[in-house]
């Protein structure tokens, strides 16, 4: 069975820093591209980061500089270092597994997680 479980959302105050995690297990993990999500309330959802299965990163603008994704493949372990935090930031973080890449770019997001709050207050 898939399993995708993220942890570590929290609340701090715009400038702060906060990361997260995310736990795979039931696929084999060092073999997709992962990626990062978040959906704010009454929006949709978009994408944060991806990171292929050989470390190749790429990120949304609104967050490069700030945010960075790693993996740790002996762990099955997806992290998203979250810094320089805005309010715009609030939303739920998600991770998902895709089976495919195009250059740096994963595609195809199979596997999904439940999602974890992060919270930016001004």
């Known amino acids: 069975q898939v399993q995708l479980e993220e942890s570590g959302g929290g609340s701090v105050q715009s400038g702060g820093s906060l990361s997260v995690s995310c736990a795979a297990s039931g696929y084999s993990y060092s073999a997709y591209c992962m990626g990062w999500f978040r959906q704010a309330p009454g929006n949709e959802r978009r994408w944060v980061a991806t990171?292929?299965?050989?470390?190749?990163?790429t990120y949304a603008d609104s967050v490069k500089g700030r945010f960075t994704i790693s993996r740790d493949n002996a762990k099955n372990t997806l992290y998203l270092q979250m810094n320089s935090l805005k309010p715009e930031d609030t939303a739920m973080y998600v991770c998902?597994?895709?089976?495919?890449?195009?250059?740096?770019?994963?595609?195809?997001?199979?596997?999904w997680g439940q999602g974890t709050q992060v919270t930016v207050s001004s």
């Open positions: 990171i292929t299965r050989d470390g190749s990163t």
């Open positions: 998902a597994a895709a089976p495919s890449r195009t250059g740096n770019w994963c595609r195809d997001f199979q596997y």
